[in-house]
């Protein structure tokens, strides 16, 4: 079975412009949940979804980020305007049940560089 | 303020020594996670522990999660190259709180 897929695998922008990250879940699952990683804040939750519905933004930087889950296969983070602080590695995660105990399977993330 | 610190932040060993990495918080959690992360690659999931003392075992992999619930160790024995990664620790505050990541335990084990 497929895993998570994401694209762009690396997404190279220039400050100011807007970055779209796109990300399937695998079949099945009700949970969706995006993450941020770099060396100094390490992994960070953005927002998560349950059945396409947004249920926890508050790890959602600035207004310059949103996200949306128009179907169950499918789900966006855009950035807009994009700043150099913004440069990190993006996972999108997914997971059956979103119980705490559950597995989260990761997709292989973005990594995004904003000169 | 990080909730779960992980320690250390860098290990570097030889293939066949044993080692013991820490997951520790001030805090109380409900279940805790490790993961562990290529280069390159998403986390994946190693083991989920949920009550306070218990004990899993995972091949050479052996995790505890502490008695009162607020720190987590994961021990190796006989390192191998292909052990080489970043370990994440995770931890939820209740059973359906998203999971908080410490910043990891980044190993290389060198042949």
């Known amino acids: 079975d497929a895993g998570v897929i994401q694209s762009p695998r690396h997404e190279v922008t220039e400050m100011g412009q807007e970055v779209t990250l796109r990300c399937k879940p695998i079949s099945g699952h009700d949970y969706l949940f995006w993450y941020r990683q770099t060396m100094m804040r390490g992994l960070e939750l953005l927002i998560y979804?349950?059945?396409?519905?947004?249920?926890?933004d508050s790890g959602m930087p600035e207004d310059r980020f949103s996200a949306k889950m128009p179907n169950a296969s499918f789900s966006t983070l855009k950035i807009q305007p994009s700043e150099p602080r913004d440069s990190a590695v993006y996972f999108c995660?997914?997971?059956?049940?979103?119980?705490?105990?559950?597995?989260?399977?990761f997709g292989p993330g973005t990594r995004l560089t904003v000169l | 303020t990080q909730l779960l610190e992980q320690s250390p932040q860098f290990l570097s060993i030889q293939e066949g020594e044993n080692l013991t990495v820490y997951c520790n918080s001030s805090?109380?959690?409900?279940?805790l996670q490790w993961y562990r992360q290529e280069p390159g690659e998403g986390p994946v999931l190693l083991v989920t522990v949920v009550t306070g003392g218990e004990v899993k075992k995972l091949k050479r992999l052996t995790f505890q999660f502490g008695d009162a619930r607020k720190d987590s160790s994961l021990h190796i024995t006989a390192a191998q190259p292909g052990d080489t990664g970043l370990y994440l620790c995770?931890?939820?505050?209740?059973?359906?709180?998203?999971?908080?990541f410490g910043k990891g335990t980044r190993l290389s084990v060198i042949a």
């Open positions: 995660a997914s997971s059956l049940e979103g119980r705490a105990v559950d597995t989260q399977y």
């Open positions: 995770a931890g939820a505050y209740s059973g359906n709180t998203p999971l908080v």
């Open positions: 805090s109380v959690f409900s279940s």
């Open positions: 979804f349950n059945n396409n519905v947004p249920i926890d």
